[in-house]
């Protein structure tokens, strides 16, 4: 495999250049083109490989919250909030959807660190990496909690990288829409950003060491006190969140061990010939929730040691450059996992957490479960299922036709979610509109095929056994 050519690096390095991007975030892009370029191995293969076979619970930490009441003086809690409701019919952050009482994710984010910083008499700083999309509206929303403020900035932006020409591995070119020219980088970005905005330097100055790192979109993710205990006391340089997984997350990125050191596995490292491996739950114990604890000295040192960024596994998408043109010319876009840093740090270690750390939102079947019963909102403000079993078991399938986006889903339920606290399943195909107090009860399939609207009367009990 030929080297990169000069060409191809430095128009990649003049388009982000031009866009007033770091020298950091260049040079880290550029590494990871010439990785890819020069033959790099994007696959992680099962034959070089060894499964996690056990791992400490989180639930066995009790004695280290004590420690981590004083290492909560030299904490910040951050938040990935660069990601947008696209996929269901947003036009801005995700975050800002609401998901209980009219309250929004960024709410519920607020009230968490308040809720913490009141009960500790700790500072506590709370920081969003946005993208440049989603800053200025989170910040909008935000400042109605004008007690957040500290003398540190709410938020830093993630980076933004070339899309790749997939014939010659030039930057896209695309006049009719530049916005179309440039892709994120992944939430690896994190710790480039953490440094091009200043923010690692002014958090380390003000004595600030431990982060806790989660997605925007997952309440359950909130600052514990065990475990930032457990992290800091054992000096820990960059912790996991893991769970155990279940056929429900078999398709989610793995933990895994390479010639002793811990790493994550992401589905688009897997091969074809891998795949039933990769998906077996019986092998691979453990899947990444995204929550992750960094002490922040210590990534001050692995960044002066890598110039070029931390050296993340490489990921690479091809997509069509038009998202809604199927059959429209291609592109590459070159990606780094946050969470794959635990492979960079020596001594780096995972904890098994329980399912009510890691409650995600990815699509309107997600977000109906969170509106539902099923769910309860706790006094610190996390969102936790109803029953410590219920939210491995609960399987919502809304037909996307009709329950696709937020407005969809509002319109069929204008009366609030069904009570699901008692159901395994609920499946829905074709156009129904449920009226308020429905109930559902075990395993429930509701098939429309009239064409037409089927309503579900207030008060409904819908029972598998009837």
């Given at each position: ?265 992401e589905s688009a490292q897997c091969t074809a010939e891998d795949l039933l491996s990769f998906q077996d739950i019986e092998r691979h114990h453990y899947f990444n929730t995204n929550n992750l604890w960094v002490d922040l000295d210590k990534l001050a040192e692995r960044i002066d040691a890598s110039p070029d960024g931390l050296p993340l596994p490489v990921i690479q998408n091809t997509k069509t450059i038009e998202p809604d043109v199927e059959d429209g010319p291609r592109c590459l876009q070159l990606e780094t996992a946050m969470g794959a840093a635990i492979e960079c740090f020596e001594g780096a270690e995972a904890i098994c957490v329980s399912r009510d750390r ?109």
């Amino acid at each position: 495999m030929p080297n990169l050519d000069p060409m191809i690096a430095d128009a990649h390095r003049k388009r982000m250049h031009a866009a007033g991007m770091p020298e950091i975030a260049i040079r880290s892009f550029i590494r990871t083109l010439r990785f890819l370029r020069e033959g790099g191995e994007t696959m992680i293969h099962e034959s070089s490989i060894d499964p996690v076979d056990a791992l400490p619970h989180a639930d066995g930490l009790g004695d280290f919250e004590g420690l981590g009441r004083e290492a909560a003086r030299h904490a910040v809690v951050i938040k990935l909030n660069g990601g947008l409701g696209t996929s269901m019919g947003l036009n801005g952050p995700k975050s800002l959807l609401p998901v209980r009482s009219g309250l929004t994710f960024l709410d519920l984010i607020a009230r968490q660190v308040l809720w913490l910083r009141s009960r500790e008499s700790v500072e506590l700083p709370l920081m969003l990496m946005n993208s440049f999309r989603t800053s200025e509206p989170s910040l909008e929303a935000l400042a109605q909690y004008p007690q957040l403020a500290t003398s540190l900035p709410l938020d830093f932006l993630q980076h933004r990288v070339p899309r790749i020409n997939v014939e010659d591995g030039m930057p896209v070119e695309w006049p009719s829409a530049p916005e179309l020219e440039w892709c994120p980088p992944g939430h690896g970005d994190l710790y480039a950003a953490l440094l091009s905005s200043g923010q690692l330097g002014r958090l380390r100055e003000r004595g600030i060491r431990y982060a806790f790192v989660s997605n925007a979109d997952n309440l359950g993710g909130a600052l514990d006190l065990s475990i930032l205990g457990w992290f800091a006391a054992r000096e820990i340089p960059f912790a996991m969140e893991v769970a155990e997984r279940t056929l429900a997350d078999k398709k989610g990125g793995h933990l895994a061990r390479r010639d002793g050191q811990l790493i994550l596995r992401e589905s688009a490292q897997c091969t074809a010939e891998d795949l039933l491996s990769f998906q077996d739950i019986e092998r691979h114990h453990y899947f990444n929730t995204n929550n992750l604890w960094v002490d922040l000295d210590k990534l001050a040192e692995r960044i002066d040691a890598s110039p070029d960024g931390l050296p993340l596994p490489v990921i690479q998408n091809t997509k069509t450059i038009e998202p809604d043109v199927e059959d429209g010319p291609r592109c590459l876009q070159l990606e780094t996992a946050m969470g794959a840093a635990i492979e960079c740090f020596e001594g780096a270690e995972a904890i098994c957490v329980s399912r009510d750390r890691f409650a995600p939102v990815k699509t309107t079947n997600d977000l109906l479960g969170l509106w539902s019963d099923a769910f309860e909102l706790t006094d610190d403000s996390r969102l936790v299922a109803a029953h410590p079993e219920l939210q491995q078991k609960l399987e919502i399938d809304l037909d996307p036709r009709f329950y696709r986006n937020v407005e969809q889903l509002q319109d069929r339920f204008p009366g609030g979610a069904p009570s699901l606290v008692k159901c395994s399943r609920l499946s829905i195909r074709g156009d129904h509109l449920f009226g308020a107090g429905v109930s559902v009860l075990g395993d429930v399939q509701l098939v429309n095929e009239s064409g037409g609207q089927v309503e579900i009367s207030a008060g409904s009990v819908l029972d598998e056994r009837r």
